[in-house]
């Protein structure tokens, strides 16, 4: 959607934020945006392929300053990253390289609710 590409980034698409030990060819970087009542502004990120899904989860809100209370919540208020392409959210235990419809370079979203 258009209003999500015209957000103030808090990086520089030159510089995301990530592991600086993670290997820069096993590097995929998004455009990581928070859904608009979580506050934060968008950030360019960059996770490790192997990584699943559920730790990009953990680490977003981290980046966010947000508390991840997932495994403590029901499910309609644990955050989930929607891939902004075709809106469907990326199942926790996969990893990210290996998501159904997700490549490096796309929008992500953190927002709650059930997946």
């Known amino acids: 959607p258009q209003r999500w590409t015209q957000a103030a980034f808090s990086t520089r698409p030159d510089c995301p934020v990530g592991a600086a030990s993670v290997p820069e060819e096993d590097r995929m970087t ?8 979580l506050g934060p ?3 360019h990120m960059f996770f490790h392929r192997r990584w699943p899904v559920g730790k990009l989860v953990d680490l977003v809100c981290a980046h966010g300053k947000l ?5 403590r919540v029901p ?3 644990q955050f989930h990253l929607f891939n902004l392409r075709n809106l469907q ?3 926790s ?6 998501a159904p419809g997700l490549r490096a370079g ?10």
Request: aromatic content about 8%; cysteine-free; hydrophobic content about 40%.
């Open 93 to 98: 235990g996969t990893p990210v390289g290996a």
């Open 67 to 71: 508390v991840n209370n997932n495994s």
């Open 89 to 91: 959210p990326l199942p």
């Open 75 to 77: 499910p309609e208020e």
């Open 106 to 115: 796309d929008a992500v979203m953190l927002a709650r609710g059930a997946a």
């Open 41 to 43: 502004a968008p950030a």
């Open 30 to 37: 998004f455009d990581v945006y928070f859904s608009p009542d």
